[in-house]
Nanobody
Framework: QVQFVESGGGLVQPGGSLRLSCAAS????????MSWYRQAPGKERELVAT????????TRADSVKGRFTVSRDNAKNTVYLQMDGLKPEDTAVYYC??????????WGQGTQVTVSS
C-alpha cells in the first residue's frame, strides 16, 4: 500500500528556514518523480515543487521560486523540501505524493508549517 509520512514542520518566524521530510513506501520510489503540495486554510491544495527520478527540480509554484528546493535520497525512499526565506503566506499543511499522472489517492497526514512572528 502506498504510504507517505511527512515531518519537519513547525512554527518559524518570517525569514526563517525549515526542512521537511517525506518517507514514502509501497511503490518503486527510485523510479518515481515526487512532488510537494501544500494546502492553506480555506484554499485548495496546490503543487509546490516536483523532482524527477534523476533529481532535477522541474516544477515550482512561482511564489516559492528561489526560496524552496527539493531533493531526494533514493536509498532512504525519502524526499525533502528545504524552505528558506519563509513568509507568512507559506503557512499551510505540506504533503508529498507521487508526481503527475502517478499521483496516489492515498495522502499522508501532512506536516503543519506556520510562519508567524
Amino acid at each position: 500500500q502506498v504510504q507517505f509520512v511527512e515531518s519537519g514542520g513547525g512554527l518559524v518566524q518570517p525569514g526563517g528556514s525549515l526542512r521537511l521530510s517525506c518517507a514514502a513506501s509501497g511503490f518503486p520510489f527510485s523510479n518515481s518523480g515526487m512532488s510537494w503540495y501544500r494546502q492553506a486554510p480555506g484554499k485548495e491544495r496546490e503543487l509546490v515543487a516536483t523532482i524527477t527520478t534523476r533529481g532535477d527540480m522541474t516544477t515550482r509554484a512561482d511564489s516559492v521560486k528561489g526560496r524552496f528546493t527539493v531533493s531526494r535520497d533514493n536509498a532512504k525512499n525519502t524526499v525533502y523540501l528545504q524552505m528558506d526565506g519563509l513568509k507568512p503566506e507559506d503557512t499551510a499543511v505540506y504533503y508529498c505524493n507521487r508526481a503527475g499522472i502517478f499521483l496516489s489517492a492515498n495522502w499522508g497526514q501532512g506536516t503543519q508549517v506556520t510562519v508567524s512572528s
